[in-house]
């Protein structure tokens, strides 16, 4: 038996709070969408596919189920269990669950948050296509667009730690691993724009709490 394609090792019921809960797709929970399951369940539909999960009760797919099962206060339900183990695999099916077929479809939003977990777990665009199942130019795109942001965040807090923390350039480009010289001129254009502007500190800090 399979689960969105993937091998399901046993069913079994299990306490809804014994589950692992994780947001390894998903930017962020569709509230408005487990209101809508939570209302169907409460009148009596019958969720046609079970959760599935990893054999220690790490959540693979079916956390906006999760929810509108919560908030029936459902004690007990019954999950499809994979031999799902390695965290890559557990967000590549994840992702690969929903995409393009599944009950939602993740958003450019959480493609972007997923490349970015499978970057942060030192995946190379090749890898990540693949387990995506992207084409390699999507993939790509994706990667490049997620490095370009980090790299932003990772450069302003570099700058912040030098005009505020004390640290040399050197020392906040080894510490936010930034090019040191991106940070020098990064500095040398946030100084100018001090020099003529009482307050560059304060807009300093505005940027980098916007970035």
């Known amino acids: 038996m399979k689960n969105h394609g993937i091998e399901v090792v046993r069913t079994q019921r299990i306490k809804l709070h014994d589950l692992k809960l994780n947001l390894f797709v998903r930017k962020q929970l569709d509230t408005d969408r487990a209101f809508l399951l939570a209302e169907l369940i409460e009148a009596g539909t019958k969720m046609t596919d079970n959760m599935l ?8 797919d079916g956390r906006t189920r999760w929810d509108a099962y919560d908030l029936n206060k459902v004690e007990e339900v019954d999950v499809d269990v994979c031999g799902l183990k390695d965290e890559v695999e557990i967000i590549a099916a994840a992702y690969r669950a929903n995409n393009p077929d599944g009950s939602k479809p993740p958003t450019a939003e959480d493609t972007d948050h997923t490349v970015e977990s499978l970057l942060e777990r030192k995946q190379s665009i090749k890898a990540i296509a693949e387990l995506l199942a992207l084409p390699m130019s999507v993939a ?9 942001r980090l790299t932003r965040v ?3 807090s570099a700058v912040d730690a030098v005009a505020r923390g004390g640290l040399t350039a050197v020392q906040s480009a080894e510490k936010f691993d930034v090019d040191v010289e991106k940070l020098k001129e990064q500095l040398s254009g946030t100084r100018k724009r001090q020099r003529g502007n009482k307050h560059g500190i304060d807009e300093l800090q505005r940027k980098i709490t916007f970035t």
């Open 140 to 148: 790509r795109k994706y990667v490049n667009e997620v490095k370009s």
């Open 53 to 60: 999960v990893t054999s220690d009760l790490v959540m693979v």
């Open 154 to 156: 990772k450069l302003m």
